[in-house]
Every structure is written in C-alpha cells, then in structure tokens.
C-alpha cells in the first residue's frame, strides 16, 4: 500500500512552513519567507491571504507537486472558539470564524484557509491539529478576580503536545502518567502544566498574561495600562501594537531576532544584556508558579521552541529553575511532523476527526 501523502502549511509571522510527507517519512521541508513590504501593506492578518496563497501556489508548481496526489492537506489551528485536543476538519463555520477574527489577529489564522484552498481544489479533507485555542483548564484556573472577565486558554498546544509525549516517553511513562511543565520560547511565550494528559494551566500567550517575550509584552501593570488606554495618546491599535507585535524584545531593543541580541550582548552591550535576561527570570519565575498548580509534583520541566537555541536564555532559565525537577531541552518547534501525524491518525482511522462549532466550550 502507498504511503499516504500529506501536505503540511504552517504560517508564521513571517513566513510560511510547508512540508511533505509520505506516512511519518518526510519528503522535503521548506520555508517560504514573506518581505517586510508585503506584510507591510497588511491592516489585518487576512490581508496576507492572497499573496501567501499565491506563493503557495507557486511553490508546488515548481515542485511539480498535483494536489490530487494527496490524501489531505493540514494547516496549523488559528484563534478560534475554544476546544478541545485533537484533529479537526476544517469546515464552513471555522473558515468563516477565522475571516472575521473576532477572537485576535494571528498568523496561524491563516492555516485552515490556506489549508482548504489547496484541499478543495483536490476534492480532499483538510484539517487542523491542536489550535492554539486547546482549552482543557480547571475551573479554578480560569478565575481572573474581576468578574466578567475570565482567563483564556491560547498557547502553543500544537508543539507543548508534541514534546509533552516525547518527555514522557523519556521518562518511561506515558503522557497521561506525568506532571510536566512546558515553556514554548517562541515569538510569544507560553507556559503549559500538563497533568495526566491535560493542560490544566497555561498563560494567554497571545495577548494576556505570563512573561513578556520577542513580540508581546506579557503582563503588564493593569493600572498604569487603564491610564495609557484612556490619555488620547494613543488610539487601540497603536496600544494593542504596543502589546503584540510591537511591545517586549521589540519595544526595549528594536528586535526580535536572539542571534542579534546574543551578538549585541557578545559585542559589550549592557542594555542588550539586561533585557534578554529580564526575559529569561520571567519565564522562570512563571515556571515556579506553574509548579504551584500540581503542589510541587513536577516529573520534568521542559523549554522548546525557537528560542529554546539559545544557550544563553535557557542557561539562565535553568539556572532559576533547575531545582524543581529535571530539565529538558527540545529546542525547535515539531510542529511540522505533529500536524502531519494528527492527520495520518484520522486518515488511517485511529481516532475521528472532529467538528468544528463555534462557542462549543464557552
């Protein structure tokens, strides 16, 4: 029997990850890198559509790739309603959903249509796999102390998952047997408990609380945020900028980019310096108040994604931490390999995909 072909499209800030597998083997994985002046025209995230669908377009063509070659195509979840773990077919009510973005501008919004345009020309399914919308908190979890407002589950669940399984596979134990906490070092920041299966706590890595990162800016003091909201200073936009996209690494030193940081820092530069390892004590210190949640019974500690690289950060991350419990280290994202296989689960009949609907877990 042929190995089923799946294609992978995971869209960054950036750039577009795309990749190709036959069964668990890749074929090939490249990266599609977007101009600052092509972003740059974009108010919104949907903006991006058709030039990332056009250069899509093009890359399968000089890869002479036909889409009715293949069994499915899968797309990285966008900011939808809440949900729970696992592979979803995209359908008209999530497409629709991420058009509107009524629940926050992000990249990954773009993965189900970029996903279904490809997939609906070939008459195959499309999915997505653990959106960042993956909201398996405790009730308790959600209390924000002010009525009205309750606190929401939006990480990276997609690679926290993914290196979640391997960490437990390296202790022996299955992932529903360990208590683990996983700190993805990415663009934003995200800090997931993992208790027997589930994340039972995680940060609003989008744009809420937990620990300022490249993009974000973390929490902040509320008080003095109220009093910039309503000074005519600026308008929301410019204070959301100041949030997301611009606020953290970006606002303090200009960049996003650790290599440039690393080689600042390298070259004397004390500010540099100071701001990269601000980052570095709080990620930290929200691993120490995550370890709160399962009382202290923490199996593993684990720091993955991109910035996960940098010896200089997790040095210093260990260095606060490492006495709570073992610490691995995944740097990178997986992303790639964990959407192919929450694909090739429901192709060969492993577990059924589900279906979107919007406000399902609200």
């Given at each position: 029997?042929a190995?089923e072909?799946?294609?992978?499209?995971?869209?960054?800030?950036t750039?577009?990850?795309?990749?190709l597998f036959a069964?668990?083997?890749?074929?090939?994985?490249e990266t599609?890198?977007?101009?600052?002046?092509?972003?740059?025209?974009?108010?919104?995230?949907?903006?991006q559509?058709?030039f990332?669908?056009?250069?899509?377009?093009?890359?399968?063509?000089?890869?002479?790739?036909d889409?009715?070659?293949?069994?499915a195509?899968?797309?990285?979840?966008?900011?939808l309603?809440?949900?729970?773990?696992?592979?979803?077919?995209?359908n008209?009510?999530?497409?629709?959903?991420?058009?509107?973005?009524p629940?926050?501008?992000?990249?990954?919004?773009?993965?189900?249509?970029?996903?279904?345009?490809?997939?609906?020309?070939a008459?195959?399914?499309?999915?997505?796999?653990?959106p960042?919308?993956?909201?398996?908190?405790e009730?308790?979890?959600r209390?924000?102390?002010?009525p009205?407002?309750?606190r929401r589950s939006?990480?990276?669940?997609?690679?926290?998952?993914?290196?979640?399984?391997?960490?437990?596979?390296?202790?022996?134990r299955?992932?529903?047997?360990?208590?683990?906490i996983?700190a993805h070092?990415?663009?934003?920041?995200?800090?997931?408990?993992?208790?027997?299966?589930?994340?039972?706590?995680?940060?609003?890595?989008l744009?809420?609380?937990?620990?300022?990162?490249?993009e974000?800016?973390?929490?902040?003091?509320?008080?003095?945020?109220?009093?910039l909201?309503?000074?005519g200073?600026?308008?929301e936009r410019?204070?959301?900028?100041?949030i997301?996209?611009?606020?953290?690494?970006v606002?303090?030193?200009?960049?996003n980019?650790?290599?440039e940081?690393e080689?600042r820092i390298?070259?004397?530069?004390?500010v540099?310096?100071?701001y990269?390892e601000?980052?570095?004590?709080?990620v930290?210190?929200?691993?120490?108040?995550?370890?709160?949640?399962?009382?202290?019974?923490?199996?593993?500690?684990?720091?993955?994604?991109?910035?996960a690289?940098?010896?200089?950060?997790t040095?210093?991350i260990?260095e606060?931490?490492?006495?709570?419990a073992p610490?691995?280290?995944?740097?990178?994202e997986?992303?790639?390999?964990?959407?192919?296989?929450?694909?090739?689960r429901?192709?060969r009949?492993?577990?059924?995909?589900?279906?979107?609907?919007?406000?399902?877990?609200?």
């Amino acid at each position: 029997m042929a190995k089923e072909r799946v294609l992978v499209i995971n869209p960054g800030s950036t750039s577009t990850k795309i990749a190709l597998f036959a069964g668990e083997e890749l074929v090939f994985a490249e990266t599609l890198h977007h101009s600052s002046q092509e972003l740059g025209t974009c108010k919104r995230v949907i903006d991006q559509f058709p030039f990332r669908r056009q250069a899509l377009e093009n890359f399968l063509q000089e890869k002479k790739i036909d889409p009715h070659s293949l069994a499915a195509v899968v797309g990285r979840g966008g900011v939808l309603a809440p949900v729970e773990g696992g592979t979803y077919l995209v359908n008209e009510e999530m497409l629709a959903e991420l058009r509107e973005a009524p629940r926050g501008e992000h990249a990954s919004n773009l993965g189900a249509l970029l996903a279904h345009e490809i997939a609906a020309a070939a008459g195959i399914p499309a999915y997505i796999v653990d959106p960042v919308v993956v909201d398996e908190l405790e009730p308790i979890a959600r209390v924000s102390g002010m009525p009205g407002i309750k606190r929401r589950s939006i990480f990276h669940a997609l690679n926290q998952k993914a290196v979640a399984r391997r960490a437990a596979r390296e202790l022996g134990r299955t992932y529903t047997e360990v208590n683990l906490i996983v700190a993805h070092l990415g663009g934003g920041i995200s800090v997931g408990v993992h208790s027997n299966g589930r994340v039972i706590d995680v940060n609003n890595a989008l744009d809420g609380d937990g620990p300022f990162s490249p993009e974000r800016s973390g929490s902040v003091p509320v008080g003095d945020l109220v009093r910039l909201c309503f000074s005519g200073k600026l308008t929301e936009r410019e204070i959301y900028r100041n949030i997301v996209g611009g606020g953290g690494l970006v606002g303090y030193l200009g960049t996003n980019d650790a290599r440039e940081i690393e080689e600042r820092i390298n070259n004397g530069e004390e500010v540099a310096r100071f701001y990269f390892e601000a980052m570095a004590y709080q990620v930290a210190k929200e691993i120490g108040a995550a370890a709160t949640v399962v009382k202290g019974e923490v199996d593993a500690i684990v720091l993955t994604g991109g910035l996960a690289h940098s010896t200089m950060l997790t040095g210093w991350i260990r260095e606060r931490i490492g006495f709570l419990a073992p610490v691995f280290l995944y740097p990178g994202e997986g992303e790639l390999e964990a959407l192919a296989q929450g694909a090739l689960r429901v192709l060969r009949g492993e577990e059924q995909a589900k279906l979107y609907a919007p406000g399902g877990r609200e």
